[in-house]
C-alpha cells in the first residue's frame, strides 16, 4: 500500500523543480483541466453525490467540479481567478434568429458567443467586432480596463485561503490570451488572411491586447503575486498535424509580445508560467523555453510529433508537462475502463522519472465521456503515480 508524505503543494512543487515527489501531483477543474457539464452530471450521477451544476467557462460550458470530487480524484490544485470589470453588464440573452433559440454573451471586448438552445453543448463565435476594422480602427477601439478594481475584488482573500487554510497549490485562471483575442475580434479566416497581407494591422491590434494583459498583470500580482504558485497563460499556435499559421510570423511578431509579457509576470512574481497551446506544438517548444515558460500544457499526445518518450528525452529537464495522459480524441471518449487505466499506465512510467510532470487529461472531459471511464482515469493516475 502507497502512502502519502508530502501536502499537496509540496507534491506539486516538487514536480515543477524537476524533483522526486511521493507521487505525480493530479489536476482537475480548471480552464482547460476542466470537465463539460454533461459528463459533470453523469460523473456525479454515477459516484453517488449530489452538487448544484455551476457554469465556470460559459463558452466551453464547464462545470465546477465540487470539493468531494476533488478529493474523490487526488485533485491537488485549487483554483483562483479574476472576474469581469465592475461595469460590465454581461449574462445571457436568449434570441431568436433562423427558427432556433439562441444563448448569446457579449464579452467584454464586444465579441459574441452564441450557442443553440437545442444543441447546448458550447458557444461559438456569431460577431466579430473588427471583421472590416482598419488600424485607425482598431486603435480608436474601446478595449476594456485591463486593471479594472472591480476584476480583483476579494482575490487575495480566496488565494488566502486556499495558501492558509488548505494544503493545496494555489492556480490562477486562464490569463494573458494576447494572440486569441485578435481572431475573435477580427474572425479567424480574415486574421489568417491578415499575417499574410498587413502585418502592420496585426501588430497594432496584438499591441492592443497585450497592453490589456500588462495592465491586467499589473493589478493581478499587487494581489495575488506572492500567493499563487502557478500563472496560466496561453494562445493556441497548432492543430493536429502543424502550426495554425506561418513560423515565421509567431517568432517575428508574437512571440516578441509573449516575451514581453512573461518578463513582466517573473519581475513580480516567484509563480512558475504555464504555457497553453493544443495541438503539434512540438516545434515550438524551444522558442516556449527561451521565453521563459516553465509548463506545457495540455500536452496533446495524439497529434503530430507528440511522442511522451520524445518529448520526455528531449524537454524533460528543463520543461514541466502538464497533462498528456491519455489519448483524449481516440482512447477517453470509447474505450473500456481497463484500456483507459492501461493507457494511463503506460503514459505515467514515461512522464514522471524525475519530477517535471503533473497529470491530467489533454485539456478538457468532454460530454459523452462515460463516468466509468472518467474514474478509470483518475484512478489509474493515483494508482500509479506513486514514486519507489
Known sequence: MHRETMTSRERLLAALNHETPDRVPIDLGGNQT??????????????????????MDAVQQLARPCEAVLQRFHVDTRYVAAGAAADWKG???????????????????????????????????SHHPLAGATIEDVRAYPFPRG???GR????????????????YAVVSGISGVVYEICWYLRGLEQWFIDTLTQPEFCE???????????????????????????????????GQTGP??????????????HAELVRYIRSRTKARIWYHT??????????????????????????????????????????????????????????????VREHVRRNIGIWKPGGGYVFNNVHNIQAGVPPENVVALFDAAYDFGFYE
Open 91 to 125: 449574462g445571457i440573452v436568449m434570441r431568436e434568429r433562423d427558427g432556433r433559440t439562441w444563448h448569446d454573451l457579449t464579452d467584454e471586448f464586444g465579441v459574441t458567443w452564441s450557442m443553440p438552445a437545442d444543441s447546448p453543448l458550447f458557444m461559438d463565435i
Open 34 to 55: 476542466g470537465i463539460h457539464k454533461v459528463a459533470y452530471q453523469a460523473l456525479i450521477n454515477h459516484l453517488g453525490l449530489r452538487d448544484d451544476l455551476v457554469i
Open 204 to 238: 497594432a491590434l496584438l499591441d492592443r491586447t497585450l497592453k490589456f494583459w500588462m495592465d491586467w498583470f499589473r493589478a493581478f500580482l499587487d494581489e495575488a503575486g506572492d500567493v499563487v504558485d502557478v500563472i496560466m497563460i496561453g494562445d493556441d499556435l497548432a
Open 278 to 339: 493544443c495541438g503539434a506544438c512540438a516545434g515550438y517548444i524551444p522558442d516556449l523555453l527561451e521565453n521563459g515558460i516553465d509548463i506545457l500544457n495540455p500536452v496533446q499526445i495524439s497529434a503530430t510529433g507528440m511522442d511522451p518518450a520524445r518529448l520526455k528525452a528531449e524537454f524533460g529537464r528543463r520543461l514541466t508537462f502538464w497533462g498528456g495522459g491519455i489519448d483524449a480524441q481516440h482512447i477517453l471518449p470509447g474505450a473500456t475502463p481497463a484500456t
Open 152 to 167: 480583483f475584488a476579494g482575490l487575495r482573500d480566496r488565494a488566502l485561503a486556499i495558501r492558509k487554510e488548505t494544503p
Open 147 to 149: 486593471d479594472d478594481p
Open 244 to 257: 495554425l499559421f506561418r513560423p515565421e510570423f509567431y517568432r517575428q511578431i508574437i512571440k516578441p509580445r
